[in-house]
């Protein structure tokens, strides 16, 4: 083991003998996070890089690696070789240190003439992610004086421990066997769920049946009486604060406080939450919201409840957080914005980011989710992705004809999986599970003069689950 001193006199650690690893990690404690004008700054520099990548992606790819290496040496980082960059980022950024491996490997098969323009999209995907979690979020190593890092719930990982792949990364969420009990009634019982990276999730269920008591065992503000719950891999009981540090909340009933003003509210959030605001990402999120800055100086008593909710969406975008955890997101939303909402959700998607949001509105998760769980009396009765429940439900097709078909006779050789609704001379009405090629075939030799398929909604299947009763 090599061992130094540390010489500068009032240092801490001065003259106590230090691997050559501790010197490492003393000399990255000068770490620091950016400005509130950095960070504007570096936003804007990163959405010129995407404009440019539209007629420039080679161009692009170039301005990306000089401006993340540009916030690196703003931040402090001790710039050497890339190694050492990458090793830097494993230990403050572990959920993003894979896509700057892939970005740079890109890169280097760009310089070498290899690289497709799906290759450099990917790149450009990979340093975004990046470029969010060096802007937006501090590191590890950024201490305050008298406020330990688990104080702030930050992930602290082991700098010596290897970082994993992408396969190998845990879900944005993992609940192993969580229950909830409270005396002899069950609110949960033993769900067992794994929520993957940058997928929009809807967690179903009727009113009372354990969502919201779900999300708050999640969030460690209940605990579970069996089972645990992770956020990336973060025990969720027994490292609270480190798992809430990875997301956007946005309760089903707000707390807001009538005194405070809007502007106020969202100051004293950005706060708690411990990291950096990009000033024009919060004002982008404000117009999208139709949320004026006078609205935002007036006090929150003054809101309505549409109002208060937009101001509740705001703050749970606004530090653009890996996981996003809403709780009826659209309750007091007027269509308008709802419509709103469902494009910030699908930008954050884009994003590579995480959304976990339970709802009782079938139509609103058919719209935006990729999966989804349906909770019935507390249990997981149904997971599955959206357009996989669709295909449980039958497709109802209605066959016309230039003239009159015996029905009944013909119908009776009808393929597996077509059920008879109506049969009349002209137009038959069926029920189809499965493909539509077999139907199709039957036809051909009949006179058909038009066919009309209406797929079926999501509502259609999950219903069926719901006919015991609410959870």
Known sequence: MVAVRILQPGHPEFGRPVSVHDVWRIAKLHVRSLTAEESSRFSASWRAVQTRFVDDPKGALVDADALITEVMTTRGYPMTDWEQRVADISVDYPLVVDHYRTAHEIAVRHQRGEASTEDMRRAMIAYRELFAELVNRRATHSEEPG?????????????????????????AIRLDKIAKRYGEMAA?????????????????????????????????????????????????????????????????????????????????????????????????????????????????REYSTGMKRKLGIVQAFQSNPPLLILDEPTEGLDPLMQDALYELLRDHRRLGRT????????????????????????????????????????????????????????????????????LLPRAWTLRVRGPLAPLLAFLAACPVEDLEVREPHLEEVVKTYYQDGPG
Not at 160 to 165: D, E, K, N, P, V
């Open 147 to 171: 406020r330990p890092a688990a104080a702030r719930g930050r992930i602290e990982p082991d700098p010596l421990s290897g970082s994993s792949t992408s396969a190998d990364l845990p879900p």
């Open 188 to 300: 949960v019982n033993a769900v067992s769920l794994d929520v993957h990276r940058s997928e929009i999730f809807g967690f179903l269920g009727l009113n009372g049946a354990g969502k919201t008591t779900t999300i708050r065992m999640i969030l460690d503000l209940v605990r579970p009486t069996a089972g645990a719950a992770y956020v990336f891999g973060i025990n969720c009981r027994h490292d609270g604060v480190a798992a809430r540090a990875q997301l956007g909340y946005l309760p089903g009933e707000l707390g807001f406080y009538g005194d405070m003003t809007g502007e106020a509210t969202l100051d004293v959030l950005a706060r708690l939450n411990d990291a950096v605001i990009d000033r024009a990402r919060q004002g982008e999120l404000l117009e999208r919201m139709q949320f004026s800055r006078r609205d935002l100086r007036r006090r929150i």
């Open 355 to 422: 959304v976990f949001m339970s709802s009782h509105v079938l139509s609103e998760v058919e719209r935006v989710c990729d999966r989804i769980g349906l909770l019935r009396r507390g249990e997981l009765v149904l997971t599955a992705a959206v357009a996989d429940v669709r295909n449980m439900a039958a497709r109802q097709v209605r066959v016309l004809f230039r003239e009159d078909v015996v029905g009944q006779a013909i119908a009776a050789d009808l393929p597996a999986g077509c059920e008879v609704v109506t």
